[in-house]
């Protein structure tokens, strides 16, 4: 292993040289409050808006906007997860130029979505490698969800939808509420991995904790989302694995169990959410049950370029006979990619998440949140969310093999820093 020294006439205490991402000056102030405006902004798209633009659209760039004043630390090195990413986007080109061009302004539409939003994982994650910035991002977060739930308690912007099996699905500003009960459960995520690292003394307080957990919980049962369920209770599991210690892991873990036999409990005893769980054990499954055979069977007719992005939507609707709306969505980010790309756009895109599956394993909040993700997405698409892209910047950001963090040290794998004298 080599080493290196410090120059003889720099003190640096042994602190940070077991924490580089914590040394040197912070971020630019202007991009760091941009990224946390874009973060906040997350839980708050109103698909029932009158501007043209998403909000989380408009941050996002407003984001972007800012990064040239630190156009170092957020494009100075590329990940190689997001390099599969790129080769992908490059295949849904293709795809789009051969299948898509009945609909070409929507194909267009979303590739402009995708484009932006890998430039935002590009950047967010590079500036995340501080771990200042990283604990202030997941915080945001944490702040506008509850804000999120708070709102709907009040009932303002509170949008309940009745479904035909009992009660009522409840969500914000006329969002899709299985995309509500995800970010949802990011908030309460973000928050237990900030209390289990130690990040936020606000968080170790029981009586903050606790009834913030509750309160985004119950939100989130509230949404009536199988999937959304399903996916916090797979990032809680992970968060209960969590620690350095065997103590600190069964304190985690029992923390942890408390959280999902609330959630157990709470979905059992709201209408809405037990109803649909008993629908879900009879096979009904909102259409999915239609939708998966007819998407492998597109996928046997059309295996190598897909049928294109968009196209494949309007197929889906034909197929299964849909009298309501023009296109249907493949409801599985893995059905999405294979069905729009086919096999050539899918080998890059699976290569590019095995590689923030294995930058995941190093880190706590962001292995649960990627967790989340991942189950979330087989339940829903959601390939242009946000929230996806978000939380695969916070999976990049904690891969030590990646580039030193705004103002800190470049320490190689394989080195170590020594103080001096």
């Given amino acids: 292993m080599s080493t290196t020294l410090a120059p003889a006439h720099v003190t640096r205490p042994a602190s940070l040289a ?61 990940p190689s997860a997001l390099l599969w990413f ?69 009932g303002i912007g509170l949008t309940a939808k009745r479904v035909w099996s009992g009660g009522e699905r409840e969500t914000m500003l ?26 936020s003394r606000l968080l170790r307080l029981p009586f903050v904790f606790w009834p913030l957990v509750g309160l985004l919980g119950g939100a989130v049962v509230h ?6 369920v399903l996916a916090l209770t797979a990032g809680l599991l992970v968060s209960a694995l969590s620690g350095l210690t065997l103590w600190q892991r069964l304190r985690n ?44 069977q597109m996928l046997i007719e059309r295996p190598v370029l897909g049928w294109g992005p968009i196209t494949n939507q309007f197929e889906i609707a034909r197929r299964i006979h849909e009298k309501v709306r023009p296109r249907r969505d493949a409801h599985n980010l893995a059905l999405e990619v294979v069905t729009t790309t ?5 080998i890059p895109f699976f290569a590019g998440l095995w590689g923030c599956f294995l930058a995941a394993r190093r880190g706590r909040a962001a292995f649960a949140l990627f967790a989340e993700m991942m189950v979330g997405t087989t ?32 320490v190689p794998i394989g080195t170590r820093r020594l103080p001096s004298g």
Wanted: aromatic content about 8%.
């Fill in 86 to 154: 790129g080769g992908w986007l490059w295949v849904f080109v293709i795809a789009a130029l051969v299948g898509s061009q009945q609909y070409a302004q929507l194909a267009l539409q979303l590739l402009a979505q995708l484009g932006e939003l890998l430039l935002l994982c590009w950047a967010a994650g590079n500036l995340m490698r501080d771990r200042r910035v990283f604990r202030a991002a997941l915080m945001t977060l944490v702040v506008a969800c509850a804000l999120w739930a708070a709102l709907e308690i009040a």
């Fill in 18 to 78: 077991a924490a580089p991402a914590e040394c040197g000056p912070m971020v630019n102030p202007v991009v760091r409050w941009a990224l946390y405006l874009f973060v906040f902004s997350i839980p708050f798209e109103m698909p029932q808006r009158s501007i043209p633009l998403e909000t989380t659209t408009i941050t996002a760039a407003l984001f972007l906007l800012t990064t040239p004043l630190e156009s170092r630390a957020c494009y100075g090195r590329i």
């Fill in 253 to 296: 873990g029992f923390a942890v169990l408390l959280a999902m036999a609330a959630l157990v409990w709470g979905a059992l005893h709201v209408e809405v959410m037990r109803n649909r769980f008993v629908e879900a054990a009879e096979g009904s499954l909102a259409g999915r049950e239609q939708i998966y055979p007819v998407l492998l």
């Fill in 223 to 228: 949404t009536g989302s199988r999937g959304g």
């Fill in 342 to 346: 086919g096999v050539v756009g899918a």
């Fill in 174 to 199: 006329g969002q899709n509420a299985n995309l509500s009960a995800l970010i949802l459960s990011a908030g309460v995520l973000a928050a237990v991995g900030l209390r289990h690292a130690g990040a």
């Fill in 379 to 410: 339940s829903g698409t959601w390939i242009a969310s946000k929230l996806l892209w978000f939380v695969l910047a916070l999976v990049l950001a904690r891969d030590p093999t990646r580039a030193a963090p705004p103002g800190g040290q470049s």
